[in-house]
Structure formats: C-alpha cells, structure tokens
C-alpha cells in the first residue's frame, strides 16, 4: 500500500510542477507579446517622427541627414514617374489639377474641367542614388589581380 501512495504522490508532485510549468509559459508568452505590442508602438511612432522631420527638412536643415533627406526626395519623385508611367500603360493620362486619370482623347479633365495637355512619351532612364553609408568596399589585397 506504501507504494501505491508514494506512486500516487510523486504523479501528484509532477502534475502540480507540469501546471507550474505551463501557467509559467503563459505568462512569459503573454509578456513577450506585451513586449511585441510595444514594440510596434515604438516601431510605428519612429516612423511617424521621421517623416515629420523629413517633411519640415528646410526649417531645421541638418547636414548629417542631407544626404537622407535628398534620398528619400529622390524616392518619392520616382514613385510619382512610376505612377504616372502606370497611367500611360493604361491608356490615360494624369490631369495635371486634380491628378485623376484621364482618357488619352480628352482635351479637359471631366472631374475639374483643367486643360490636359497630350503627354509626349519620353524615354525612361533610370537612375539610382545610393547613399554612401550603404556602399561595401572590397579590397583587392588577398587576390592576384592587379
């Protein structure tokens, strides 16, 4: 009868440490995740503040970020070309006023009534600034070439 109740208290003992052990891992998990959230939070905000210091870039002018800010300008004058590049694939154009898509035939945008003149295709050449911070030297010191 001995070993029964030692067997019984020793599955007991482990059955307590398991459910330990498991409320243990919830409440980590549940922390992490916290963790997680605020992360994100902090992730989301640094965003938010790097765009506005990008957006009053000429009031407090900063020649560390310079190069940044130049980069991000460069960015967002591309997506405008692409944009408009899509509009053209489609067989449109971009009212100039209110910038909605407008049909190749049409003299005046239907939406604002601006003029919109015919664009005249040009040829796309693509340009890449990339900042200098990113740029990987590489040594010829260990090669045989000269």
């Known amino acids: 009868m001995d070993f029964f109740n030692r067997v019984g208290s020793t599955i007991s003992n482990r059955s307590r440490d398991v459910a330990r052990k498991a409320k243990e891992l919830a409440e980590i998990s549940s922390l992490n995740g916290q963790i997680s959230t605020q992360e994100n939070i902090i992730e989301k905000l640094c965003l938010e503040i790097g765009k506005t210091v990008y957006e009053k870039r000429d009031a407090f002018p900063d020649d560390v970020l310079a190069q940044k800010y130049t980069a991000v300008t460069n960015a967002y004058a591309e ?3 692409l ?23 049409c003299t005046f945008c239907p ?3 601006a003029a919109v003149p015919t664009p005249e295709p040009e ?5 890449i600034e990339i900042p200098p ?3 990987i030297y590489y040594s010829n010191q260990d090669s ?3």
């Open 79 to 81: 997506i405008e070309h």
């Open 83 to 105: 944009k408009t590049r899509i509009i053209y694939a489609k067989g449109a154009k971009q009212c100039p006023g209110c910038k909605s898509e407008v049909a190749l035939d």
């Open 111 to 113: 939406d604002c009534g």
């Open 123 to 127: 040829p796309y050449v693509e340009t």
């Open 133 to 135: 911070d990113s740029v």
């Open 144 to 146: 045989n070439t000269p």
